[in-house]
């Protein structure tokens, strides 16, 4: 990571950060869809560890953002639908090939979207709440695309909510996925030094996220997560080609 053309590494990572904190801050999730192919391609070797440190003092700060918007009474079918969803991820993980995932839950996803597109609306109550977090705890923990079940699930709620309520959920995830990871001696100090240089990117591209969400309000949230759902799920598919 220290070595020769790290200054450029460190500018291509800085703009990939900045980018997907923008595009999290605007619709609510799609931070790992930019980031985490280019760090891959930067510093493949500070992976997980370092997108989801990241990740954490992000979605927390847009908690604090729209506070006021969370969905309190969801949020706690979605953390435990979460929490369940992670170990569910962690035994397809054992017993079925990570491409296989990959795809598998790729064309959930763009089947999701589908029937989004042809049947707009969903009841949000506590057994799709439940049902939301649970997928998205699988497919974080297996497939790494957690985002767009919550996202489809709140696309016709206002956007402070779903940002807010999807940030939230989104904390207290990274918080386990971190602390697993630290069990196992999967954080070190240079994750940590990592996080910090690019946090700078995380915290222009949320504030700029700030007039992108005024101009998704009128009614282009709801287009805005279902196009960037279908990327997701497009993109878990073609890592899964290319695996």
């Known amino acids: 990571m220290f070595e020769g053309g790290f200054a450029v590494e460190l500018v291509v990572a800085l703009v990939a950060v900045g980018v997907a904190s923008l595009l999290q801050g605007s619709v609510g999730f799609g931070f790992g869809l930019v980031a985490v192919p280019t760090l891959t391609l930067v510093w493949p070797e500070l992976l997980p560890a370092t997108a989801l440190l990241l990740l954490l003092p992000m979605t927390a700060l847009m908690v604090a953002r729209e506070r006021g918007a969370v969905d309190t009474i969801g949020l706690a079918w979605l953390a435990g639908g979460r929490f369940v969803g992670t170990f569910g991820g962690l035994w397809l993980l054992v017993v079925v090939p990570r491409a296989s995932l990959s795809a598998l839950f790729g064309g959930l996803i763009l089947v999701a979207v589908a029937i989004s597109v042809a049947k707009p609306r969903f009841r949000v109550c506590g057994p799709s709440q439940l049902g939301a977090g649970l997928a998205a705890g699988v497919l974080a923990t297996a497939a ?72 998704l309000e009128g009614g282009w949230l709801r287009p805005a997560v279902l196009t960037f759902a279908a990327l997701a799920g497009g993109a878990a598919v073609l890592r899964a080609i290319l695996l």
């Open 144 to 215: 790494g695309v957690g985002g767009p079940p919550l996202a489809l699930l709140y696309q016709q709620r206002p956007g402070p909510e779903l940002r807010s309520t999807l940030a939230a959920t989104f904390v207290l995830g990274t918080v386990v996925s971190l602390t697993v990871l630290g069990l196992t001696g999967q954080v070190g100090r240079q994750h940590l030094l990592a996080a910090v240089a690019l946090l700078p990117g995380v915290l222009v591209g949320l504030w700029a996220s700030r007039f992108t969400t005024a101009a």
